[in-house]
Structure formats: C-alpha cells, structure tokens
C-alpha cells in the first residue's frame, strides 16, 4: 500500500517513475518481495522549449492495486480468524 500511496503522491511530479511490488521465491525456501521499478516509457512533454520527462504513474493502475492489496489482507486476516476458531475448538474438545 506505501509503494502505490507513494506513486499516487507524485503523479504530477515530473521524472517520477512509479514502483511495483514483485513477490520472489527466496533460494532457502518461501516467498519474499522487492520493490522496483515499473517497466515502460515515461510520457514526454516539451515545456519552455525543453522536453521534460513526466511521471509514469497510472492513477486507475494504482487504484486497482490497492484494492487488491485491501482484499488480500481480507483474505489472509480471514485465515487466521478460522485458525484461531479451530484451534479453540480443538482446546474445547481436548478440554
């Protein structure tokens, strides 16, 4: 969420190249992430008589990025309530 908040903050600053979060297969087993850089051309205006590279941000990218950011925390945050529910179950019938 920090990495698109970030983005949406600078959509109008020129030369901002917007981020992504990639998730990684570490060597020692699981899974990581690591923020870079996302891929594409940066849109070009000419201002003064000078080109100026403008930001590469997608608000409508972005914006589709946290909502799937919030449902995953939905999903996850629904796991471990169930885990929680069944652990205590287990610890009612175990009694």
């Keep these: 969420m920090a990495v698109s908040a970030d983005a949406v903050?600078?959509?109008n600053t020129?030369?901002?190249r917007a981020k992504e979060v990639v998730?990684?297969?570490r060597a020692e087993g699981g899974v990581g992430?690591?923020?870079?850089?996302?891929p594409g051309e940066s849109p070009v205006a000419e201002r003064d008589g000078a080109r100026v590279f403008l930001?590469?941000?997608s608000v409508a990218r972005e914006t589709v990025t946290r909502?799937?950011?919030s449902?995953?925390?939905q999903a996850n945050l629904a796991v471990i309530r169930t885990s929680d529910q069944m652990t205590q179950s287990?610890?009612?019938?175990?009694?």
Excluded: K, M, P, W
């Excluded at 992430?33 to 996302?38: A, D, H, L, T």
């Excluded at 287990?90 to 009694?95: A, K």
């Design 9 to 11: 903050a600078n959509v």
């Design 14 to 16: 020129d030369g901002y």
């Design 23 to 25: 998730a990684e297969e």
């Design 33 to 38: 992430s690591s923020v870079r850089e996302q």
């Design 55 to 57: 930001s590469n941000t």
């Design 67 to 69: 909502i799937q950011a």
């Design 71 to 73: 449902r995953a925390f």
């Design 90 to 95: 287990l610890l009612d019938i175990v009694g």
